[in-house]
C-alpha cells in the first residue's frame, strides 16, 4: 500500500512539474486514503514548489504526528495553499506543536480544519501560541479534540489580541461552564470574530449565561451555536433576556437543549422585539403544543 502511494505522489509530482496543462489544479482531496505519514511526506514534496494548488483535503489518513510534521513543513515554503484539511489524522499534541511552528511564520493559510486529532489542552495551546503572532488565519476548527477548560482559557487568551480570525469551531469538546466563561471574557474586547460553535459542550445553563451576556456590548457575532449544552429553560430565559436588545446576531442554534413550552415561551416573547434575528433552530427540546 506504502509503496503504491509513494508511486501515485511521484506521478503526481512529476505531472505539476512537467506538464503545464496541469498547473491550473487547485483543489486536491485525498479524503479517507490511509496514505499515513509516508504518503503525507510524499504529498508534501510533490508540493513543495507548486504554485497553483489552493485547498488540500488529506483528512481521515491516519498521518499522525510525523504526517503532521511533513505537512508542517510544506507550510513553512509553501505560498499558495489557503486551506488545509486535516480533520480525523490522530496528530495528538505532537502534531498540534509541528503545525503550531509553522503557523507561526505562514502568511497565506486562511483556513484550517483540526476536527478529531485528540490534541487536548496542551494541543489548544500550542495552536493559541500560533495565533499570537499569525495574522492570516481567518477559520479553525477545532471540533471533538478533548479541550477542556483549560484549552479554552489558553484560545480565550489569544482572543483578546488577535483581530485575524473570524470562525471558531470548538464544538464537540468539553471545556463546560468554566470554558464558556474564559470565552465569554475574551470576547468583550474581540472585534473580529463572527462565528462561534460551542455545540455539544456541557456548557449548561450558566455557560449560557456568560455566553450571551456579552453580547449585550459585542457587536461583532452573528452567528452562535449553543445546540446539546443541556441549558434547559432557565439558559432558555438568559438568552432571551439578551436578545431583546441584541441587534447584531442573526443565527442562534439551540438544538437539543431540553427548553420545553417555558423556555420557548421565553424566547417568543423575546423575538417580538427582536429585529435582526432571521435564523433560529430549536429542533430536538421537548417543545410541545403549548411552547408552538
Same mark, same amino acid.
Given at each position: 500500500?506504502?509503496? $503504491? ?6 506521478? +503526481? ?5 512537467? !506538464?503545464? #496543462? !496541469? ?28 504554485? /497553483? ?6 483528512? $481521515? ?26 480533520? +480525523? ?82 464544538? +464537540? ?14 470576547? #468583550? ?26 453580547? #449585550?456590548?459585542?457587536?461583532?457575532? /452573528? /452567528? ?7 441549558? #434547559? ?6 438568552? %432571551? ?28 416573547? %423575546? ?12 429542533? !430536538? ?8
Amino acid at each position: 500500500m506504502l509503496c $503504491s502511494m509513494r508511486n501515485v505522489c511521484q506521478r +503526481f509530482d512529476t505531472i505539476l512539474d512537467i !506538464y503545464h #496543462r !496541469y498547473q491550473t489544479v487547485t483543489t486536491l482531496d485525498l479524503y479517507c486514503n490511509e496514505i499515513g505519514a509516508i504518503g503525507a511526506q510524499h504529498i508534501a514534496d510533490a508540493l513543495r514548489n507548486n504554485t /497553483t494548488l489552493t485547498t488540500l483535503d488529506l483528512g $481521515s489518513n491516519k498521518i499522525g504526528a510525523d504526517g503532521a510534521q511533513h505537512i508542517a513543513d510544506l507550510l513553512r515554503m509553501n505560498t499558495t495553499l489557503t486551506e488545509l484539511k486535516l480533520c +480525523f489524522n490522530e496528530i495528538e499534541v505532537d502534531g498540534a506543536q509541528h503545525i503550531e511552528d509553522a503557523l507561526r511564520n505562514n502568511t497565506t493559510l486562511t483556513t484550517l480544519h483540526l476536527a478529531g486529532n485528540e490534541i487536548g489542552d496542551v494541543g489548544a495551546q500550542h495552536l493559541a501560541d500560533a495565533l499570537q503572532n499569525n495574522t492570516t488565519l481567518t477559520t479553525l476548527d477545532l471540533e471533538l479534540n478533548e479541550i477542556g477548560g483549560v484549552g479554552a482559557q489558553h484560545i480565550a487568551n489569544v482572543l483578546r489580541t488577535n483581530m485575524t480570525l473570524a470562525t471558531l469551531n470548538l464544538g +464537540f469538546n468539553k471545556m463546560g461552564a468554566i470554558g464558556a466563561r474564559h470565552l465569554a471574557d475574551a470576547l #468583550r474586547n474581540n472585534t473580529a470574530l463572527t462565528t462561534l460553535n460551542l455545540g455539544w459542550n456541557q456548557i449548561g445553563a450558566i455557560g449560557a449565561q456568560h455566553i450571551v451576556d456579552v453580547l #449585550r456590548t459585542n457587536t461583532t457575532v /452573528t /452567528t452562535l451555536n449553543l445546540g446539546w449544552n443541556q441549558i #434547559r429553560a432557565v439558559g432558555a430565559q438568559h438568552i %432571551a433576556d439578551v436578545l431583546r436588545n441584541n441587534t447584531t446576531l442573526t443565527t442562534l442554534k439551540l438544538h437539543g437543549n431540553e427548553i420545553g413550552d417555558v423556555g420557548a415561551q421565553y424566547l417568543a416573547d %423575546a423575538l417580538q422585539n427582536n429585529i435582526t434575528l432571521t435564523t433560529l433552530i430549536l429542533e !430536538y427540546n421537548e417543545i410541545g403544543d403549548i411552547g408552538a
